[in-house]
């Protein structure tokens, strides 16, 4: 028998694979968005696993399809990912603020300083 090119595309058992691991890494993205958003931050970085094994798949292509999920599923959820590689270290940073919202943060927090004095309460 010869090699069929079916052969070496994603079957349904390679894909059912990639959606339990996307799954396990956005599980691990939402708890880490929420620790973040409890702590008042508006952004947070999450590393992603370098190496992910798929059998069939080379890392590579692992990488492509779970990074894709993974993006596509916090674009959908109106969040701001942007993957980050460098160093051999993969992760994405997520922001859930948008620029607008962000300047309209700082321009009231610099309102409120402009009329805040600081009060020395030492009785020295």
Known sequence: MSLNADDLKINTTI????ERKTKEILSVIDDEIKKAHNYGKHSVIVKLPSIIDIPNLNNSDSQREIYFRVL???????????????????????KWM?????EEIKTKLEFIASYTQKINTDDN
Request: aromatic share 4%.
């Open 15 to 18: 894909s059912d694979i990639i």
């Open 72 to 94: 596509t599923s916090l674009l959908e959820r109106k969040f701001a990912p942007t993957l980050i590689i460098k160093n051999n270290i993969n992760a994405v940073l997520i």
């Open 98 to 102: 948008s620029k607008k919202e962000a």
